[in-house]
């Protein structure tokens, strides 16, 4: 299976959103994906969260489609791996 790219949608001022981003970072190694941090304050953070109606931040985003909204925990987000079908590297 090919690698599986995860988008995790900021913010400067989120003070849960680094808590987020290091979940799919330590997956990230774990687990055939990608992980990427978009700022919602930066003109490409806009695009999408205009474009995937994102209202809250953390979100996580996976093939265009936000899979979860808030602070992400390690269970949490292998459980959407295992839905998604991602295996181990």
């Known amino acids: 299976m090919s690698d599986l ?3 995790v949608a900021t913010s400067q001022w989120c003070t ?6 290091n979940t799919w970072k330590n997956l990230e ?7 990427r941090e978009l700022d919602v304050g930066t ?6 969260a205009v474009k995937l109606y994102i209202r809250s931040v953390p979100s996580t985003i996976v093939n265009n489609e936000i899979v979860h909204v808030g602070t992400i925990d390690r269970r949490t987000a292998e459980d959407l791996l295992a839905k998604w079908g991602v295996s181990r590297r």
């Open 16 to 21: 849960t959103c680094p808590a987020t981003v």
């Open 5 to 7: 790219d995860v988008i």
């Open 43 to 48: 003109v490409e953070g806009r695009e999408l």
């Open 29 to 35: 190694s774990k687990y055939r994906i990608n992980v």
